[in-house]
């Protein structure tokens, strides 16, 4: 019978030390986009997308939701050299921006020019419609 109230006296005592620790604190992350438009503190590094973890590429997740495709061959308009295109997929469910019909490169290959379209804030993603620094002009 002692053995059992001691017992049951270590694990009480255990249970009630592990209420009074105080929890690691959590690191919340504002997606890059939003936090760097919304913020006006310039570029901002979330932890755990910006290096210093196992996820060194903050492109990573848009590739892998299939924002970023593949590059495909593309004529720009204008006088820009042919080369490839770098497509993102505006109607994937994690885009919150639209594209701006503005092609610039970003490298050299050798298919020729590397082209991203221009991206802006989509004027439909809540986050957007009420971040003061994008209504506010």
């Known amino acids: 019978m002692d ?8 694990v009480g005592a255990a249970a009630a030390a592990t209420c009074l620790v105080a929890p690691a604190p959590a690191h919340a992350t504002v997606h890059e ?12 590094d979330p932890p755990g997308i910006s290096g210093g973890s196992n996820a060194d590429n903050f492109a990573k ?22 080369g ?5 997929d505006f109607d994937a469910p994690n885009s919150k921006t639209v594209g701006t019909g503005n092609y610039f490169a970003i490298d050299q290959s050798p298919a020729g020019p590397v082209y ?7 004027p ?3 986050a957007f419609r009420h ?3 994008l209504t506010t002009g």
Not at 34 to 41: F, L, M, T, Y
């Open 3 to 10: 053995r059992t109230v001691t017992r049951i006296a270590a």
């Open 124 to 126: 439909s993603f809540p």
């Open 33 to 44: 986009i939003i936090a760097q438009w919304c913020a006006g503190h310039g570029p901002l």
């Open 131 to 133: 971040c003061p620094r």
């Open 116 to 122: 991203i379209e221009q991206i802006a804030p989509d």
């Open 84 to 88: 490839m295109l770098i497509p993102f």
């Open 61 to 82: 997740p848009l590739f892998a939701s299939g924002f970023i495709g593949e590059p495909v061959p593309f004529d720009p308009p204008g006088d820009q050299a042919a």
